[in-house]
């Protein structure tokens, strides 16, 4: 069965770079029918798509987060990368990495969520 | 302000049927299949509902999908206590490039 966890500082500092990692099992991120991403959720607010990437290396991205963002696998480690930067309290939110297919229509697999706060 | 627009919050009594809403375009669920996801607040969404209409397995058959034009809806029967949570719809937008989501609903079963 596959499984996500999500890990990284609970903490951040304004204007510096998130970096959060997702760990796979039960599965490998080289399949080739799926990409990988990260979806956040303000404390009290809806669900926001931030970004996927897929063993080929062909990515996908939020444009409202106007190029702040990276997501990148490591297949040796059987994980995938959120880099974020030029954070501010806006970015306060619980981080969720899942699976998706390449259609990106549904996200089938889902870690429990990291809550990142962001504070000086 | 979400692309998708859900109603805020719905209400029905234990044993009823709901019905929540997902209105969208022609670059999103116009032209793309939409999935639901079940949030009890504290926890990882869960998959309901996705190509518009199918179940992943365990996922009980009170729970059903529709799409018509550039909306979709979700329906749940015999509502139980245990269904109160976040409910949100889901699909990709050919014209942002772009996962979108709706703002959510929230089920209140009285």
């Known amino acids: 069965q596959l499984q996500l966890q999500e890990s990284g500082p609970g903490l951040v500092r304004p204007s510096e770079t998130l970096s959060l990692t997702c ?24 669900l926001e798509w931030i970004g996927s990437v897929a063993y080929s290396g062909n990515t996908y991205y939020n444009p409202s987060l106007n190029g702040r963002v990276t997501v990148s696998l490591d297949p040796s480690k059987n994980q995938f990368s959120l880099r974020l930067s030029s954070l501010t309290a806006a970015d306060t939110a619980v981080y969720f990495c899942a699976r998706l297919p390449y259609t990106h229509n549904v996200m089938n697999a889902w870690g429990q969520g990291t809550l990142v706060t962001v504070s000086s | 302000q ?12 234990p044993g009823q049927k709901v019905t929540i809403s997902c209105s969208g375009s022609s670059s999103n669920i116009g032209n793309n299949d939409v999935s639901w996801y079940l949030q009890v607040p504290g926890t990882a969404p869960k998959v309901l509902i996705y190509d518009n209409n199918k179940r992943p397995s365990g996922i009980p058959d009170r729970f059903s999908g529709s799409k018509s034009g550039t909306s979709a809806t979700l329906g749940i029967t015999g509502l139980q206590t245990g269904d109160e949570a976040d409910y949100y719809c889901g699909t990709w937008d050919r014209s942002l490039s772009a996962v979108v989501f709706g703002g959510g609903t929230k089920l209140t079963v009285l």
């Open chain 1, 23 to 46: 760990t796979v099992s039960g599965g490998s991120v080289r399949s080739s029918n799926y990409y990988w991403g990260w979806i956040r959720q303000p404390p009290g607010k809806g």
């Open chain 2, 2 to 13: 979400s692309v998708l627009t859900q109603p805020p919050s719905v209400s029905a009594a």
